[in-house]
């Protein structure tokens, strides 16, 4: 089982916006004449993925496509026959290596010195990876505040971390720049990273299962949106697969530019934008048009899901399918959830993007600290009876309002909630003894 991948040299490389031709050995970006964004366009179909490379190496460090599955549990709760692929199987976690092992061997074959990206997380993660395999001296411009856990497999892999003071867009800015100022190839969500992420649609031919009714994918940038559509657009042109499913859009409420900017019909973008699913905290969608096009091309829809949503779908299919995702992969969940009805029966793929181990701080800031215990069994035994590790489990990702509905409390136990739940909700806590016994008693 495996993808047949064609590399050639016979594409164009071709804004979106102004249709002009773009040499690559001057932009792997911007359009040079009206700064969009450009796409691969094959002048022949192929039965093989075809990829923008005069030679091409398949990928070193990837072993296996990732999982395609089946989610029974799921699918009995909502009715939808849902499948998930795990892209979080990939050598670094994430769906990017994907577009990674493209861009680098790109930049080997333009001759660049170098690979230099913007990223505070899993780019960073994926780029390096591949660079340092392929010997690429790699450099990553990151905001002042990110954590070193982010930056952890970036530091691994040998990147030269770059911090910079100023927030990502000011990274972004200066990583053009630098790219600029020598033999810098420039990496990120761009044109040749499209070309290797659409191998997801081929991967899925390989696998034998194309005939999904939609493909829920969460979205930031939308590049990987666009590259999925792209895949399989190819394959319908080479005559591989008779229809595209609809592609549907998901993105939390508190970060939605791309699911504005649909129903607007224009690109949308935002100063600020925050949410736990941090990997599609994206304000200003690079390849928005791209993902309208898709939208349009397969009567495709964008809905956005709330924080709460996605704390709630983070946490059930951890325990009902076992897959311990990022924040960003429960948006397809939270999704079909949320509109169960219009999906019913149907066929529904949901595209994990992440691992869960790349982001652990949402769930101890939503978790209590257990509290160290005597080193006597009487103590492990009042703690496991006690009642409030069931509460906590109760409380993840639900209002106050919810988790008490039907619970009557005095003044003083309300209160001890309050603060407990409220704790909960904003970081991890460890509980004292008088609020254990309050608690014991509600
Ligand atoms: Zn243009």
């Known amino acids: 089982m495996k993808v047949d991948v064609h590399p050639t040299t016979q594409y164009t490389l071709e804004c979106v916006l102004c249709q002009k031709e773009n040499d690559e050995t001057k932009t792997s970006t911007y ?14 179909t192929s039965p093989a993925m075809q990829v923008p490379l005069k030679a091409y190496q398949p990928d070193p460090l990837k072993h296996h496509l990732s999982t395609l599955t089946q989610l029974p549990r799921l699918s009995k709760t909502y009715d939808i026959d849902l499948w998930a692929k795990l892209e ?8 990017k290596d994907r577009g990674s092992a493209i861009e680098v061997q790109k930049a080997l074959e333009l001759g660049r010195d170098a690979i230099c990206l913007a990223s505070t997380g899993n780019m960073a993660a994926s780029v390096a990876m591949y660079a340092s395999y392929y010997n690429l001296p790699c450099f990553v411009f990151v905001p002042e505040q990110t954590s070193e856990a982010k930056l952890a497999q970036a530091t691994i892999y040998n990147a030269t971390i ?17 790219a600029l100022s020598g033999n810098v190839y420039l990496a990120g969500d761009y044109v040749f990273r499209e070309e290797g992420q659409k191998d997801f649609s081929y991967e899925l031919l390989a696998q034998g299962v194309t005939d999904f009714d939609a493909i829920a994918i969460p979205v930031g940038c939308g590049t990987n949106f666009a590259a999925i559509y792209k895949g399989y657009a190819e394959m319908k042109a080479a005559g591989l ?6 592609l549907l859009a998901i993105q939390p409420e508190a970060s939605s530019p791309v699911v504005e900017g649909i129903f607007k019909r224009e690109k949308v973008v935002k100063e600020l934008v925050q949410t736990i699913a941090t990997s599609v905290a994206v304000a200003n969608p690079f390849d928005f048009h791209k993902v309208l096009h898709a939208i349009d091309e397969t009567d495709g829809k964008a809905y956005t899901v709330t924080e ?22 429960a948006l397809p969940l939270a999704a079909m959830k949320d509109h169960s009805h219009e999906w019913q029966g149907k066929k529904v793929l949901l595209v994990l993007t992440g691992s869960g181990l790349k982001d ?10 257990p509290p160290v215990l005597e080193p006597t069994i009487e103590a492990i035994q009042e703690y496991v009876g006690s009642g409030f590790v069931e509460m906590q489990k109760r409380a993840w990702g639900k209002a106050r309002s919810v988790v008490l509905a039907d619970v009557a409390l005095s003044d ?7 603060s407990y739940v409220e704790a909960i909700q904003q970081r991890g806590k460890t509980l004292q003894k008088h609020e254990i016994e309050a608690l014991q008693s509600i």
């Open 241 to 246: 697969v008779d229809r595209i499913p609809q």
């Open 308 to 329: 709460n949503d996605i704390l709630g779908s983070l946490r059930e299919m951890a325990v009902t399918e076992g897959h311990f995702t990022e924040p960003a992969c």
């Open 360 to 369: 652990t701080r949402v769930v101890a800031k939503h978790s209590l600290t």
């Open 88 to 95: 979080f199987e990939h050598p670094s976690g994430c769906f």
């Open 31 to 44: 359009c040079t004449f009206c700064a969009d964004v450009l796409s691969v366009r094959y002048h022949k």
């Open 162 to 178: 770059l911090r910079v003071q100023g927030d990502f867009a000011k990274c972004e800015e200066l990583c053009k720049e630098f």
């Open 412 to 418: 003083t136990r309300d209160k001890v909630f309050n």
